[in-house]
């Protein structure tokens, strides 16, 4: 499991960017998360998630709020 912030969330496409701990950027789509509601989101919120490979490179799936 990897952990990081919210970067960006480009709301109206349904998608947003994490900057995991090493500093790199990973695609998310709102399919991907688990318990968490799209909208509630917010730029800076910690979250845990997984990188799977996709045709246009790596994203993050199973995508959770990180428990405080």
Do not use: C, W, Y
């Not at 109206?12 to 960017?17: D, T």
């Not at 998310?28 to 799977?52: G, M, T, Y």
């Amino acid at each position: 499991m990897h952990t990081g912030k919210i970067k960006k969330i480009v709301r109206e496409r349904g998608f947003g960017f994490i900057s995991d701990t090493d500093g790199k950027e990973v695609f998310f789509h709102q399919s991907s998360l688990v318990d968490a509601q799209f909208d509630a989101l917010k730029e800076e919120q910690a979250v845990e998630f997984e990188i799977e490979n996709s045709p246009k490179g790596p994203r993050a799936v199973n995508v959770q709020v990180a428990k405080e």
